[in-house]
């Protein structure tokens, strides 16, 4: 099983940019890992903001988020990231990285990004 593990989240202020890490516990990524960001902002519906191939890096984004958000990966150190700036108040969310493995599909536990207004 994939275990995906997330990293950087915490407060930010609205125009700050911010890093988010997944790393898969006890393992790595391998072949065509799927690898996903989503958040989950407070009442509202799980989004995804972008998802990258981990064998080619090959990356779509949301088109909403297109922009603001970055998502890459960095093969050496085994890392899926989310690079986000010009954060703004609406992007407080609970951000989490997916991975799907085959028809195996695996969720971090999650980062509070609270972004002050």
């Given at each position: 099983?994939?275990?995906p ?7 930010v202020?609205?125009g700050?940019s ?7 516990s006890g ?6 890992d ?8 407070p009442g509202?519906?799980?989004e995804?903001?972008?998802?990258i191939?981990?064998?080619?890096g ?17 093969y050496?150190?085994n890392?899926?990231f989310?690079h986000?700036?010009?954060l ?6 609970n ?5 799907k493995?085959?028809?195996v599909?695996?969720?971090?536990q999650g980062?509070?990004?609270?972004v002050?207004s």
């Amino acid at each position: 099983q994939v275990q995906p593990v997330e990293s950087g989240g915490g407060l930010v202020q609205a125009g700050g940019s911010l890093t988010l890490s997944c790393s898969v516990s006890g393992g790595t990524f391998v072949g065509d890992d799927m690898v996903a960001w989503y958040r989950q902002a407070p009442g509202k519906e799980r989004e995804v903001i972008a998802t990258i191939t981990w064998d080619d890096g090959s990356r779509q984004y949301t088109d909403s988020m297109r922009g603001r958000f970055t998502i890459y990966r960095n093969y050496h150190e085994n890392r899926a990231f989310l690079h986000m700036n010009g954060l703004k108040f609406e992007d407080t969310a609970n951000y989490s990285c997916r991975v799907k493995r085959g028809s195996v599909v695996c969720w971090g536990q999650g980062n509070q990004v609270p972004v002050s207004s």
